[in-house]
């Protein structure tokens, strides 16, 4: 991600700089190019910035686009409106994969994911300075996305791109407080004893006729086989039917569910 850069051109909005660098920060991007900005420095950049005062620290403001582009061997420019002058299309997607190629490959050069004025975008002109076009692919009745949303969108998918090389994963797994042990599967004397359990409770509550089953723990086993029961999630349920059958028995309750 060290030699991908964002170029914003002649930002008239100070805020949408500092979306960009907000957005920039969080998917581990620090490169930010500002072409002839008009409020630049802005109190307004650095609240919408909203932490990543680095990345605006960091900000090298230049005078032209290609100032901007020295030393990149890809660029890649963005644009929600059809052009006349053809250029190779990728969507945010795409584009992603095409820089890590790139990386991968050890080609000499920086990347560079160029983005136009908010009201007209990049000029023809400038787009042919890029090799590639990046459309991505919004609602054709209202296309034009602000200028920092944008941004996020495209350096997501170099952020995804970058964990998927580096087999990392791309979610996180949420783990209960209590321990780790509890996250282990429910074994299968436990499931067969919860079963055992359970039929018993939905005969006491007149629900479950042993005469007269009609699959209904059969269907039940299959409900459970799908879930997946941890140990943890095996005691809560246990629990439930305990205190199901005290509450038949007329017993006071042992414990609230917030002891699990």
Do not use: W
Not at 34 to 51: H, I, N, Q, T
Not at 62 to 68: G, K, M
Not at 91 to 113: M, V, W
């Amino acid at each position: 991600m060290d030699k991908i850069r964002i170029v914003l051109v002649n930002t008239s909005h100070p805020g949408n700089i500092g979306g960009a660098a907000r957005a920039m920060k969080n998917m581990g991007l620090a490169h930010l190019y500002l072409v002839e900005p008009e409020d630049f420095p802005s109190g307004e950049a650095r609240a919408r910035a909203s932490g990543a005062d680095d990345v605006l620290e960091g900000a090298i403001v230049v005078a032209s686009l290609d100032e901007a582009l020295a030393g990149c061997s890809l660029v890649m420019g963005t644009s929600a409106r059809d052009r006349r002058i053809p250029l190779s299309l990728l969507d945010p997607r795409e584009a992603a994969e095409k820089a890590f190629t790139q990386l991968d490959d050890n080609i000499e050069g920086d990347i560079a994911l160029v983005f136009g004025r908010e009201h007209s975008g990049l000029t023809n002109e400038e787009l042919q300075r890029c090799q590639f076009h990046i459309h991505i692919p919004s609602n054709p009745e209202f296309s034009s996305l602000n200028l920092a949303a944008a941004v996020q969108v495209l350096v997501y998918e170099l952020r995804m791109a970058q964990l998927q090389r580096a087999g990392e994963p791309t979610k996180m797994r949420k783990f209960e407080a209590s321990s780790m042990l509890n996250e282990q599967p429910a074994s299968a004397d436990e499931m067969e004893r919860y079963f055992e359990h359970l039929e018993q409770v939905l005969i006491e509550v007149g629900f479950h006729d042993p005469n007269k089953p009609r699959h209904l723990m059969a269907r039940l086993r299959r409900l459970y086989g799908r879930a997946g029961v941890s140990k943890l999630e095996m005691n809560i349920l246990r629990g439930i039917l305990t205190e199901t059958q005290r509450s038949l028995r007329g017993e006071n309750p042992t414990r609230s569910n917030d002891d699990v």
